[in-house]
């Protein structure tokens, strides 16, 4: 297990984390589908992953109505899982709990009732990383940061993140966040397959130029990308994706992925799954790979893709098939700034 620098901090994670909204369940609707692991499930698979040098657990207060915290705060507590050796990340947004007309969203009324709730449920007298969950066009930027700030300076709250914002919200946020001295989004935690690499276009450029983290959710599509489904409709029963098809994918390119990395993995003597990951964990990009389990053999396999490398031949094989359609202005700024990218290869050549 590596660890790597987490965003614009001073702080190191696991390469992978384990997601934990496969616990839970039994509360109805999509958590049911997703997973309905109970305590001594959970303990096994956060104790199978802190022994392979996982130190990053992601949760948040909607995953299953608020269970999927409560099982995980309890987790680390019957593993007796000393404080500083686990980062904890949770995430606010949806309704928790009693619903209520501001029970939601990301205002200043929500985060502060939020935190206390997540912080009750987890057993913890902070959290490591504090995320909004998405966007909520009902507040201003500043007053989520604002009292996200207030957060980090009572101790409340170590660092904060986004999920699944555009990249003119985020560079909005951080620049708000520069010029009023608040404490910044470190991290972004978004939706990023060799299947599906819609995040190269704005984002991935924004993070990099930032030196914001990434954290990858779905990294698996969902299970398609697993090698458990073929083209024909086949489909492993009792597979998430086989009751939940999310998040949306373009099927006939992913499963051109697929048969391209199924030839990888059968000459590698690995699963389809391990190179799926692989291939995320060998972009620069990428802080964290979420892993989400249902069973120790599928944790363990995730595991061990840590240990798989891909040479230059087979991620320049990987990038063909899931190249993404040229799109504009991508296009156009690769063609204005060809010539002065040549112009500084040539001059650091010298």
């Known amino acids: 297990m590596r660890y790597r620098k987490f965003g614009n901090t001073g702080l190191f994670v696991s390469e992978l984390c384990l997601g934990t909204m496969t616990f839970g369940g039994g509360t109805g609707g999509i958590w049911d589908n997703i997973g309905q692991l109970q305590q001594a499930e959970a303990d096994k698979l956060v104790g199978r992953s802190l022994d392979a040098g996982i130190n990053f657990i992601d949760t948040a207060d909607v995953y299953a109505d608020g269970r999927s915290e409560i099982i995980t705060g309890q987790a680390l507590k019957n593993l007796k899982v000393p404080r500083e050796n686990v980062v904890v990340a949770t995430k606010i947004l949806g309704e928790t709990g009693t619903k209520g007309t501001n029970s939601r969203g990301a205002s200043r009324y929500h985060i502060i009732d939020g935190v206390k709730a997540s912080l009750k449920r987890l057993q913890l007298d902070h959290v490591d990383l504090y995320q909004i969950h998405g966007f909520d066009p009902a507040t201003p930027i500043e007053e989520t940061l604002r009292a996200l700030d207030n957060l980090v300076q009572h101790g409340h709250v170590r660092y904060i993140g986004v999920s699944n914002w555009a990249a003119w919200q985020i560079m909005k946020a951080l620049g708000i966040s520069e010029r009023l001295g608040l404490a910044r989004f470190e991290s972004l935690q978004a939706y990023y397959t060799v299947a599906g690499r819609d995040l190269e276009r704005e984002i991935v450029p924004l993070l990099q130029s930032e030196n914001v983290g990434l954290m990858v959710w779905s990294p698996l599509a969902g299970g398609l990308l697993s090698g458990k489904f073929t083209r024909d409709g086949g489909k492993e029963e009792g597979s998430r994706r086989a009751k939940f098809d999310f998040p949306p994918v373009n099927v006939e390119r992913a499963y051109d992925c697929v048969d391209v990395m199924r030839r990888m993995a ?40 840590t240990k798989v490398r891909l040479n230059d031949d087979e991620l320049a094989a990987l990038d063909e098939v899931s190249q993404l359609p040229s799109e504009y202005p991508g296009w156009m700024l690769t063609r204005q700034g060809e010539y002065r990218l040549n112009q500084m290869k040539e001059k650091a050549a010298e």
């Open 266 to 305: 059968e000459g590698k003597g690995v699963s389809v799954a391990q190179i799926a990951l692989a291939w995320l964990l060998h972009q620069k990009v990428v802080s964290s790979v979420i892993i989400g389990a249902k069973r120790i053999e599928q944790l363990d396999d995730n595991i061990a893709a």
